[in-house]
T-cell receptor
């Protein structure tokens, strides 16, 4: 995964429960991103952060929250306000004009 | 705003056939363009890129040329293999550096022996 690690690989959430997805990188990059992938929908941006202690909402931020207390870590919390959380979640880091490097993803399922 | 449009799949080919996956884009300025590939259950991997008009990106037998006049970045491969079966995403970045990527919806490629 080129130095970017997502965990867990599979996650199950009960109705009304908050869950947190981990994203860690050791490539010393400033910019980190969270995307959601649904079948036939491509990737949609949830949140991104370009520097520690700062982050911006993407296109579908409602029902999600993030923090960026350390450069290496950008966890995503899926809150109970997200009514349709079942999806594949991808974390990425930016490498300037060379595009992104992605983690291997977390598949979240509501049970 | 920025947008990327890809041909819908699945694209089904026999091994050694010629592949084209169409991609067109709408963007302000001079975007960088990318193709990513996703194998089942995995994250996306960068396949190739082009950062300015008329650039050709290439990797693993795949090629795409940045055509500003037609706002296109079509992916081609002369002879596909079964191992090329995956989902392919076209994407653009409207600045170098740390801007967000805009993705197309992806095109599934299925190659049979």
């Amino acid at each position: 995964d080129g130095g970017i690690t997502q965990s867990p690989k599979y996650l199950f959430r009960k109705e009304g429960q908050n869950v947190t997805l981990s994203c860690e990188q050791n490539l010393n990059h400033d910019a980190m991103y969270w995307y959601r992938q649904d079948p036939g929908q491509g990737l949609r941006l949830i949140y991104y952060s370009q520097i520690v202690n700062d982050f911006q909402k993407g296109d579908i931020a409602e029902g999600y929250s993030v923090s960026r207390e350390k450069k290496e870590s950008f966890p995503l919390t899926v809150t109970s306000a997200q009514k349709n959380p079942t999806a594949f979640y991808l974390c990425a880091i930016a490498q300037g004009p060379y595009g992104y490097t992605f983690g291997s993803g977390t598949r979240l399922t509501v049970v | 705003g920025n947008s990327v449009t890809q041909m819908e799949g699945p694209v089904t080919l026999s091994e050694e056939a010629f592949l084209t996956i169409n991609c067109t884009y709408t963007a302000t300025g001079y975007p960088s363009l990318f193709w990513y590939v996703q194998y089942p259950g995995e994250g996306l991997q960068l396949l190739l890129k082009a950062t300015k008009a008329d650039d050709k990106g290439s990797n693993k037998g795949f090629e795409a040329t940045y055509r500003k006049e037609t706002t296109s970045f079509h992916l081609e491969k002369g002879s596909v293999q079964v191992s090329d079966s995956a989902v392919y995403f076209c994407a653009l970045s409207d600045q170098s550096g740390y801007s967000t990527l805009t993705f197309g919806k992806g095109t599934m490629l299925l190659v049979s022996p």
